[in-house]
Every structure is written in C-alpha cells, then in structure tokens.
C-alpha cells in the first residue's frame, strides 16, 4: 500500500516542479493566459474586408487529385472535366513471344468510398457508398477513352529545357484535335456494353476478379468500386504485343511511342451530370495473353501479362494533365467576379470561391482608421491601424482569434457545398502560422482540423446555417508581439486536399493575380460565402472574432 502511495506521489512532485520552473517565463506577449485578477478577459469584433477575385486559365499539370465528368451547378455554372495521361511500363523491355495473343485488355482505375459506411454482408459480398462525387451517382454520360496523338515534353524549350512543361486547364482542344481511336474510329473502350461507353456511370458495385494460378487452380476476388472497363483486344495487339522493335525497351521510349490515354466525357441529355474526384495514379492496365510453348513436340497455352500503369517514379516519371471546360456560367457569379464590379474599399457582399478555373476572395485584417502612432495615444498616423497599434502598445495577450465564413444557403440553393476551403497568406503565397497545426484525423482530408476550414453546420440555438471557421490565433498573436509583421493580405480558396499547399501558376498573370494553390485546381465547386459589404446582415457577416487578456 505505501509503496503503491509512493509511486503514485513522484508525478505529482514532477508536475510541481516543472509547474513552478516553467511559471517564471509564462506571461509572454500573446501568448495563452489563464486570468487572473491582475487581468480583464475581453472580446473585441475586429473590421475585415474581403472581395472577390477571379482565377483565369490555370496551370493543371500533375494533380495529386483529378475531376471526371460533367456537372451543372446552379451557383455557378457548368463544368466538363477531362483528363490525359502518360503510361509506364510496370516491367520494361518485356520478352514477348511471337505467338502472344491478346485474351483481355482491362482498365482498372480504383474510386474513393466511404469507409464508415460500407456495409459487410454475410456472404462475404460488400455494399459501398462513393466518396468525393457530386451529382446523382446514377447519372449516365458518354465516356470515350483514347490513345493520346499529343507528346507530353519533361521540360520546357522556351525555359532553354531548365524547367518543366507546364499544361493549363484550357488545353482540352490541342488533345482532343490528335486524339486516336481504333482502326475504324471508336474509342478504345468499344465494348457491347454501353455501361463501359455510351451510358456509362460510376457504379458504387464492387467486382469481380478471376485469376488462374499456375496449377490451373482459379480464384474469384470481390474487389472494391473501380473504373473497370475493357478495351479493344486488336488495338494492343497491334501497337503493344507487336510493337516496334526497340518501343518498350525503357519507359522513355514507351511513351515516345505510346503516348498515353486520353479521357473525353459528354453530358448525356439535359441532367445535370455527375463529377468525380479520381486517383488516377492508382490506375492500370492489365494485358493478358497467351504464349504458345512447345515442349518435346506438345504444344501448351502459357498465360502471362504485361501492366501499364498511371503512376511514376523518379526515374521514370509521368505527366497529367486536367482540362476543365466552363458553360453556360451563372449570371450573378460573372458579374461578382468581373474587376469592374469589385469593392475594394469596405468588401463583397458575397464571396464566391470557385475551385479549378474559378475565384477566390482577398481578406484584409485590422481595417479600421490610422489616426495614432505606434503608441496608441499619440495622434500621428504611422500606416499601422490603431486598433493594432493599440493592442501592441497595450500588450494585449491573445487567448483566441478566429474567421467565420457563413453560407449564403439563398444563393447556393441545392449546390453541392466543397467540404473545406483554405486560407492562406496571400502576399507572399505561402501558408499561415495556424497552418502548422499538427491535429491528424484517420481520414487526411480533415487533417489540421484545429486550424480549421472545414463545412460544419451550426446548432439552431446559434442560428443554424452553414459555415467555415478558421483559427488564426499565431497570425494575430505573432502580428502584436512583433512590430515588424507586417499585416499581410489573406486569400481564401476552395481546397481538395488540405496537406497541399504548393501553387500553380496562372496562364496570363495579371497585376493581382500570378498563382493560386494547387489543391484548389483540383476540385472544381464552389461556395457563396457571405462578405463584408454594407448589405450583409450583421450576424452573417465576415469579422475577426478576437478573445484576448487585457494587463490592467
């Protein structure tokens, strides 16, 4: 019994000890504080400004993520998203034997599920939900896949080959116009069954794979949702199995000589289409043919394949591109986003932040008048907003500081809403303090989720609606304690994948606008969020909610 009582005191002593060494340096500027009677606790409602930005053609090449299909959004517009990729021989310089023939030409491209909501049967079989799909999943649509005619370069001439070839979301044409189909034109995927075709769907059904093994003993495998079609035997008899001599002896030369996949979609009718967030670099195909072996005068079928995969390496890598076509694009989104109708001054009533060839919105914090200097009191504009300069001046101690984005849900109607949007340091195109938040989740998609952005509902007692909120406790606090921070502008985008923050570049920069993130290239939605113009209502409008230790 004393021993256990022992044991269980050493914490304690630990704690205390560590406690009261850490004590002495606890009261920093900015930064956490418990209150105490030496402190007021406050919370003020900072001025933000917050106008839109239109993104023109983007830089689209190597997506981690890519959109297929064609969808309408009634918010802002149609969107027709096709893709291109480069293939690479799994094994390069294969032996093929001259009596090789093709048995089936599959392609496998996995979707994302639902994980949570799979359902086991007893029967060992599986009942899945699709993941990262907008639209009815039933929707039919003309898929065509092809062989690309258009070589995707490493590297860029006009850059003397020192940097890569950069592909923009506008290309779709220059593929589209060298693509190449079978000996009579169709597309690769010419099977009877229009569901691979003419009325294809992403069907959430698992599959079924066969594999015989080398005993002759087949085996039947349940494999999770997939892309999972056949392409024309004939067409890689003749361009694989019998290709030119020397076109599969390396990578580089495979893709010389076979230039990669071409994928068109077409909306079939007036519904509204389905798009579907892909990992294609998981993808495959998987040539399976027989060899003729003669062995002491029998002769024996001996199955063997050939895998072309849509991933790459180091040594070997691939290029991707997506080509993101815009339609019959929303009225009021046209106008919110032309320059000409822009309010830099005290902001948008409403924010449309629109993924791939889209928009973002440009936040300036602390936007109150610049009447006192660096002191607070003194009446000599420094070019810092008083507000700041008096917090520095005050040594205000930030406990929270926080960006609320509401959903304009009149605007957005029965739209999809993307499930996160990022926010960013704008000025220098890199991420914010806050982003470093090293919260993980078992789906990477909500990962850094105490930093926030993620689509969260709220309780009826508090109004109800949608909304984003964002962490920015490090930005501000690191804006007092350092004078010279300077107070840069932020950006807000649609995300796909929050672990992303590099940039891609625009086509055409502009005085405003040279690169936006890359994450928000690959999903194409987009979400009303309401701004910080005149007409907003107050409970809805953007603010900087700040909850910070005042030292009396």
Partial sequence: MLKNSFFKTIPFLLFTVLFNSCDKEYNVIGADLIGDSSFDLAKSESAVVAYNQKIDIIQSDNLAINALGSYHNPSFGATTANFVTQLNLAAVNPTIDATAKIKSVVLTIPYFYDKAQTVNNSDGSHVYVLDSIYGDVKTKMKLSIYRSGYFM????????FLK???YYTDQNADFDQVKIGTS??????NDPNKAQNTEFFFDPAEYSVETTSASGVKTTTLKPPAMHLNLENKYFQDNILNAPAGSLSSNVAFKEHFRGLYFNVENSGSN????NMIDFKKGNITITYEETVVTNGVSTQVEKTLVLNMTGSSADPIRTASFLTQSNTNADYVNATNPDNVNKTEGDANLYLKGGEGSMAILSLFNGPDILGADGVTQVPNGVPDELDVMRANKYLINEANLVFHVNSEQMKTSPMPQRIYLYDFTNSQPILDYGDGSTSLNTKYSKYVYGGILAKATVKNGGGYYYKFRITNHVRNLIKNTDSK???LGVVVTEDINTYVFSDLKTPNAFLEKAPKASVMNPLGVIVYGT????????KLKMEIYYTKPN
């Fill in 164 to 166: 890569p070839q950069k």
């Fill in 184 to 189: 009579t034109g169709t597309p690769l995927n």
């Fill in 272 to 275: 509204p289409g389905v798009l």
């Fill in 153 to 160: 370069r490493d590297l860029d001439p006009a850059e003397q």
């Fill in 533 to 540: 113009g005149s007409t907003v209502p107050d409970a809805k």
């Fill in 487 to 489: 107070n840069v502008k």
